[in-house]
């Protein structure tokens, strides 16, 4: 059977490298789109990289999904069976410090890859992922699902709400294949550094072998629905399997504080957290010593209070279900945070 071939825009990043895993498993051809940096930033595709001299169904092409003549000039040359954007400045925080480039990114970098696909009308019918958030709930009351009203708080998730819907509009006006993935936050050893339970887990590590002394947090009352990226990618290949477009929500339906997630990482460590004080001034104490402080720039002008998805639609349909629970990924982030 020929093999299909897969192109991943933001393939350098967490979902991007677990994602290129399991469509090589799946005996895909995989191409992906990486920027030009001043240092190597494919850190995370390590170890699945081969070099093209040698034999290899992994390919990588620089381009930019905020300049149209790449993204044309590569969905032509590359004329991918599947097309997975999951290209995004990600950092929720940082979107308010730079929301137009943010905006540029995520709203108009899904634009141009649709409109591509629409122009250049290849001889197949490709099919599209847009790798949509639970960010664009916001403020919704929980559970969140596929009929959940949108009220984004912050510019990443204007943006992805745009994004979102002009996937929908392509696929209506256009009867191009394209579908919305709204995942809910996912995680593992391989998250940028600055997200909070990578943050968490690799401070609480480092502290415990005296190599770190404090921990520096914003908000620890904001909830979250925490699954394993390694889940979560699986669920974006098993929408694109299907016959007809349609969005679906991941989740694991399971919600937890950030403070609780410091407390279960402690706990895998063998490390009991005592607290102290309230609001700006509270403190995780162990052995005696201030481990946690609050420092007031990690927090937004607008947050998220609290996300915990339904996704019995997913389950239903796709035949998804977590392998991971919170427990488990936790220590498959302690374990791989020793390795490193
Ligand atoms: P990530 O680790 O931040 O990776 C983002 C990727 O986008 C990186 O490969 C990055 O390249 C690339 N990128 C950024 N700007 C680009 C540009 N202008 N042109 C081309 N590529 C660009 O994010 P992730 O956690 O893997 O998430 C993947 C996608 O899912 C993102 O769209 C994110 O918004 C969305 N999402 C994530 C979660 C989550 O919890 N992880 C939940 C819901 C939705 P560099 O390596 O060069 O920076
Ligand atoms: N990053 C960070 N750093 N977050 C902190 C900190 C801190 O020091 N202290 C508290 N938090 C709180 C944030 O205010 C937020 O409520 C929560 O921890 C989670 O923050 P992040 O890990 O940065 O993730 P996020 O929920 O804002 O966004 C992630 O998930 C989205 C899906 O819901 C990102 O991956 C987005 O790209 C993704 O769309």
């Not at 992906?32 to 595709?45: E, K």
């Not at 599947?82 to 899904?110: H, K, M, W």
């Amino acid at each position: 059977m020929k093999k299909k071939t897969a192109l991943i825009y933001g393939i350098t990043g967490q979902d991007g490298a677990y994602l290129t895993k399991f469509l090589l498993t799946k005996n895909y051809i995989v191409h992906g789109i990486i920027r030009r940096s001043s240092s190597f930033n494919t850190h995370r595709l390590d170890g699945i990289y081969i070099d093209p001299h040698y034999k290899t169904n992994l390919y990588l092409h620089y381009g930019d999904i905020t300049d149209s003549t790449s993204v044309t000039k590569n969905i032509l040359q590359i004329k991918p069976d599947e097309i997975y954007n999951l290209a995004a400045q990600s950092q929720v925080r940082v979107s308010f410090d730079i929301p137009e480039y943010t905006s540029n990114v995520v709203a108009l970098g899904a634009l141009r890859i649709l409109d591509t696909i629409k122009t250049l009308k290849l001889n197949k019918k490709i099919k599209f992922y847009q790798a949509g958030s639970s960010e664009m709930f916001g403020s919704a009351k929980p559970p969140q699902n596929e009929k959940t009203l949108f009220y984004p708080r912050s510019p990443y998730a204007v943006a992805k709400v745009f994004s979102n819907w002009i996937t929908i509009n392509y696929r209506e006006a256009y009867n191009i294949f394209a579908c919305n993935g709204i995942l809910f936050n996912h995680e593992s050893p391989l998250r940028g550094e600055t997200f909070v339970t990578k943050k968490i887990v690799s401070a609480i590590c480092k502290i415990k072998e005296n190599k770190q002394k404090k921990l520096y947090l914003g908000n620890l009352y904001a909830k979250r629905d925490w699954g394993h990226a390694k889940d979560y990618v699986r669920a974006m290949w098993m929408m694109m399997q299907q016959t007809k477009p349609r969005d679906f929500v991941i989740s694991t339906g399971k919600q937890h504080t950030v403070k609780e997630f410091i407390n279960l990482t402690a706990r895998e460590l063998k490390m009991k957290i005592t607290w102290k004080g309230k609001g700006q001034r509270e403190k995780g104490i162990w052995n005696k010593k201030e481990i946690i402080a609050i420092d007031k720039k990690y927090f937004r002008p607008t947050e998220v209070e609290s996300l915990r998805g339904d996704s019995r639609l997913a389950r239903k349909v796709l035949k998804w279900k977590p392998s991971y629970n919170i427990k488990s990924m936790i220590q498959e982030m302690i374990n791989e945070e020793y390795k490193s």
